[in-house]
């Protein structure tokens, strides 16, 4: 019998734990190390098969966005293999840098001259050539802060002071720069995956609950005050309401989706990629995948994102301490909720957000933040299999 990290917070999870062989960590980590590198596959090939239009009407080569993004994916599984192989527990004292960093980096997105604007946002900082979108490293930011902080309070899980405030003061304050870029959706991310971390935490439900309450309310404000947001809103109810405007996106993502058919019309064969569907390469890969593999090829992505998610809260399960359960907890939901907000955006479920998919869209600081939490995963589900019997019994809870 396995025994458990201390103050396991769901007495439920912790009792499905104690029943588990004490070899079964091992799955985990070769499966979600395999549907990783596969997710990045099928987002080279999609990659490949979108960028090669929108290149050539930018006037670039067909390979142009298609080699930057094999380079950002090689460096991506490089630092992907650095952290995997770097003891998470050493993040912990970089938390609080991180942050600064982060604070810092979308301070300077909002100052002219600095901050790049596109599509109406201001989003991105060069360094040189390289542009850098500080709001994907606030997420990783979120995820630490919560697992460094929330580590050192066991014991104090009913007391807001020490708990709920300090983590929702710093979700707010990203958050609140986010916003000014704007970003609603990455908003809504960081906030689900600081709630995450509570839950997981042992924060009693009845105040998450209230918090999670008034933080919907102001998700719903920002959006329908707004008037691109309202109009996104009002497109996702009824598209053809305005099929030639704010309905166009939707309307024509749908048309590729029911244009695969089950087997799909074919790798490099989509027809909403040429000019009908904007924003084919980032936002709506999902569509020209779901058009080109068919539903058979979406499901399987699907799938794949559910199994990520499975052994992620397995990881977190089997974590050998506190920090490891709330880091393995928020990586899992950072990577679950944004593709699924993505999918479900394509599909016309939710109202367009501009959230990318996580490791199929085009975007470097994306994938690159994405492979960096995945390492970081991935190190503490080996650090679960590799913890000696006798160590994992010195630990467990009276």
């Not at 799938?303 to 499975?310: D, E, G, L």
Request: hydrophobic share 55%; glycine share 10%.
């Amino acid at each position: 019998m396995t025994a458990v990290a201390p103050r396991v917070p769901r007495r439920a999870w912790a009792a499905a734990l104690r029943s588990a062989p004490a070899g079964q960590a091992t799955i985990p980590f070769y499966l979600l190390l395999g549907m990783i590198v596969t997710l990045n596959a099928i987002g080279l090939v999609m990659v490949l098969s979108v960028s090669s239009v929108t290149s050539l009407y930018d006037g670039q080569s067909t390979w142009f966005t298609f080699q930057r993004q094999l380079v950002w994916c090689m460096g991506g599984l490089v630092a992907m293999v650095l952290v995997m192989r770097t003891d998470y527990r050493r993040w912990k004292r970089y938390a609080n840098a991180v942050v600064a960093l982060t604070m810092v980096l979308l301070v300077a997105v909002l100052i002219p001259g600095i901050g790049t604007t596109a599509h109406g946002a201001t989003r991105w900082v060069y360094f040189g050539p390289i542009s850098f979108q500080p709001s994907e490293l606030a997420k990783l930011g979120m995820i630490l802060f919560a697992a460094a902080w929330l580590s050192d309070k066991a014991g104090e899980e009913r007391n807001a002071r020490t708990t709920i405030r300090p983590v929702l003061v710093i979700c707010s304050v990203m958050c609140g720069l986010i916003l000014l870029q704007p970003n609603l959706g990455t908003a809504v991310v960081i906030v689900v995956i600081a709630f995450a971390a509570l839950f997981m935490a042992g924060v009693p439900l009845v105040p998450l609950t209230g918090w999670s309450l008034v933080s919907g309310v102001a998700a719903a404000l920002a959006a329908w005050g707004s008037g691109y947001r309202r109009d996104r809103v009002i497109s996702m109810l009824d598209p053809w309401a305005d099929p030639l405007d704010t309905g166009w996106q939707t309307i024509q993502s749908r048309v590729g989706i029911a244009s695969g058919g089950a087997s799909g019309v074919g790798l490099g064969e989509s027809r909403i990629k040429w000019g009908f569907l904007p924003e084919a390469h980032t936002d709506f890969i999902f569509a020209v995948l779901a058009e080109e593999m068919g539903w058979l090829g979406a499901m399987f992505v699907v799938s794949v994102f559910a199994m990520i998610a499975f052994c992620g809260i397995g990881v977190a399960l089997s974590a050998p301490d506190r920090f490891g359960q709330v880091l393995a907890i928020g990586i899992t939901v950072w990577v679950g909720v944004q593709g699924f907000v993505n999918m479900a955006a394509v599909v016309g479920v939710l109202p367009i957000t501009g959230v990318p998919l996580p490791f199929l869209s085009v975007g470097g600081s994306a994938l690159l933040t994405s492979m960096v939490g995945i390492g970081m995963l991935l190190n503490i589900a080996r650090q679960s299999r590799a913890a000696p019997r006798s160590a994992r019994q010195s630990r467990a809870a009276p």
